[in-house]
């Protein structure tokens, strides 16, 4: 199948959607049972970790952390965000710099001015957008971001959606005093797919589309360590508690040219396959064996598909041992967490 689509569907009475491209499947979000990333607490300082720069707090769902926050009390309260999901045990990762963020519009409390997307390069379009923008953002000490997904959309829903932004904001970012409490919930999957995969699709959201799609396969695929890599060779992922370990294997293959293919193949694919599984933290990948000559290659292919990858992942470099390290942004729960 050729194109795009979207489907939205529902697994175990939860909602679940997927975006496939030209029949790949590229992404998929979960409900969960844990907060969502993008939900807002006012949440109430309860202690400082020491060495670590942060501070414990207390919120409806149980402890969080917050980083890099500095003349706090323990009982104030404090607006934080969810930004990603905590390791098992551990508190909610938050932070204190709140966005409020749809399709068309981001807007950004104690941060003032308004931007256009540097992806929007069409000097009428920009000068467009920002009348728009100037037209309805009249909220001291706020800021505005139009993305991408703002060039070629209708004015009136790129207004609407700002509206309902800022409108939100000034709510949220006025109920500062109080107990702790959640103030708004994050997106479920059907909304974020509204929100993210804003590219035109066709769209699927009777019942049963993942079986009809065959992503219900995909995902007992992804649910193996062996991922394969064309011929004989293939990766393994491997999550264990420290890390994630990625290893790359040739197979049968002894042919010089067997290692730099099959590397090259490996880290083209292994964004979509991290992205896919819901793996995050630190990534260690094993390349197969391959002259060192190669390893800028290797590297340029990996930082072009870190690049399109919507998970914000560092590249930390080589060990001495000739492993790449990664650190990746835990925005999602792992697939072997929602589907059990």
């Known amino acids: 199948m050729k194109g795009r689509l979207i489907a939205l569907d529902h697994i175990g009475g939860r909602e679940a959607a997927a975006l496939m491209v030209d029949g790949v499947v590229e992404d998929l979000f979960f409900d969960t049972d844990q907060p969502a990333p993008g939900t807002i607490y006012r949440a109430i300082v309860d202690r400082p970790m020491k060495g670590q720069g942060g501070m414990f707090l207390r919120t409806p769902d149980g402890s969080a952390f917050v980083r890099q926050v500095k003349g706090l009390a323990p009982g104030q309260a404090i607006l934080v965000q969810v930004t990603g999901y905590g390791e098992p045990g551990k508190a909610i990762?938050?932070?204190?710099?709140?966005?409020?963020?749809?399709?068309y519009a981001i807007v950004t409390p104690e941060a003032p001015g308004i931007n256009v997307s540097r992806r929007i390069k069409d000097e009428d379009a920009r000068e467009s957008l920002l009348e728009i923008a100037h037209d309805i953002m009249d909220l001291e000490g706020f800021g505005l971001i139009l993305r991408s997904s703002c060039e070629g959309a209708d004015t009136g829903e790129i207004a609407d959606d700002i509206a309902a932004m800022a409108d939100l904001a000034a709510k949220v970012m006025a109920d500062a005093t109080g107990d702790a409490e959640t103030l708004t919930l994050g997106d479920g999957p059907h909304l974020l797919a509204w929100r993210e995969w804003t590219e035109d699709a066709e769209?699927?959201?009777?019942?049963?589309?993942f079986d009809r799609h065959g992503i219900l396969d995909v995902l007992d695929g992804l649910q193996a360590r062996d991922v394969p890599l064309g011929g004989p060779a293939s990766m393994a992922i491997e999550p264990t508690?420290?890390?994630?370990?990625?290893?790359?294997?040739?197979?049968?293959?002894?042919?010089?040219?067997?290692?730099l293919k099959a590397n090259l193949?490996?880290?083209?694919?292994?964004?979509?396959?991290?992205?896919?599984?819901?793996?995050?933290?630190?990534?260690?990948?094993?390349?197969?064996?391959?002259a060192k000559k190669d390893r800028r290659q290797i590297e340029s292919a990996l930082r072009a598909s870190l690049k399109r990858d919507s998970v914000e992942t560092v590249f930390v470099g080589w060990t001495p041992l000739g492993h790449i390290e990664l650190q990746r942004k835990r925005d999602r729960l792992s697939l072997s967490e929602v589907l059990t």
């Open 203 to 209: 769209i699927d959201s009777a019942d049963g589309s």
């Open 241 to 259: 508690r420290a890390l994630v370990a990625v290893d790359v294997n040739t197979g049968g293959d002894t042919s010089p040219a067997a290692g």
């Open 265 to 290: 193949a490996a880290v083209k694919d292994l964004p979509r396959q991290l992205r896919l599984r819901g793996l995050g933290g630190q990534i260690v990948i094993d390349p197969a064996p391959t």
């Open 93 to 103: 990762p938050v932070t204190h710099k709140v966005l409020f963020k749809s399709r």
